[in-house]
């Protein structure tokens, strides 16, 4: 079965500070698909990347990196000097060939000024 | 130019009605989804129609009927609402099964 854990519930940082949001993941496929997605205070939910199983490579955009490791069955997400817009619900995801999509619990993100 | 609209935003209403949410995408995509998000922001998908043909349907009791006319809409037909209906419901859509979603912005939904 899948399942995506993301085991900070809350997390507080101040302003600057750079911050990574954890993501594990279970599948037994081979060929699967990673999500992060960002939930701000407002509600909407917006993508942000997303990277199948044969791509291991990190990723940059920005402020924002991904790192990728199989091994451990990890896509974890960093924020590098981390803006109060930044405050968020955070959401990774898996999708697989053969299932439906599946959302991790999230993770909140506090950027105190 | 909204992508993915949904109406209404809010919908209060009493226990035992009958309401519906409208989802519009304009994205041209071929799949389109409902999650269900409760008040601990937990995100779980009800259905997935492709092409307008439902695909995933998940354990959900079946006051919820969703309908889709045509590939760019998506509606949601609850019956006999009940309190524990209460959430925020998103309609979302993707370009096949595999891509990411783009989702609407909500509709918060208090059944009283």
């Known amino acids: 079965a899948q399942k995506v854990t993301q085991a900070q519930t809350e997390i507080s940082v101040v302003e600057k500070e750079d911050v990574t949001l954890d993501c594990v993941y279970e599948?037994?496929?081979?060929?699967?698909?990673l999500f992060w997605y960002k939930q701000p205070p407002s509600g909407e939910l917006v993508f942000l990347i997303r990277?199948?199983?044969?791509?291991?490579q990190n990723e940059i955009s920005g402020r924002y990196s991904w790192n990728f490791q199989k091994s451990t069955s990890s896509f974890n997400f960093t924020i590098t000097a981390s803006q109060v817009v930044d405050s968020a619900v955070y959401f990774c995801?898996?999708?697989?060939?053969?299932?439906?999509?599946?959302f991790g619990p999230g993770t909140s993100l506090s950027v105190i000024p | 130019d909204t992508a993915v609209s949904q109406t209404p935003k809010y919908l209060v209403t009493q226990m035992g009605n009958d309401k519906s949410i409208k989802c519009e995408q304009n994205?041209?995509?071929?799949?389109m989804y409902w999650y269900k998000q409760d008040s601990k922001k937990f995100l779980k998908i009800m259905f997935s129609?492709?092409?307008?043909?439902?695909?995933i349907n998940e354990t959900v009791p079946n006051r919820f009927s969703p309908k889709s006319p045509d590939k760019a809409h998506l509606n949601l037909h609850i019956n006999s609402l009940e309190l524990g209906d209460s959430a925020v419901y998103f309609c979302?859509?993707?370009?096949?099964?595999?891509?990411?979603?783009?989702f609407g912005p909500g509709t918060r939904l208090t059944v009283l």
């Open positions: 979302a859509s993707s370009r096949g099964q595999l891509n990411e979603q783009f």
């Open positions: 599948t037994r496929d081979t060929t699967y698909y």
């Open positions: 990277r199948n199983s044969f791509d291991e």
């Open positions: 995801a898996l999708k697989t060939s053969y299932d439906k999509v599946i």
């Open positions: 994205l041209g995509h071929d799949t």
């Open positions: 129609y492709n092409n307008k043909e439902l695909i």
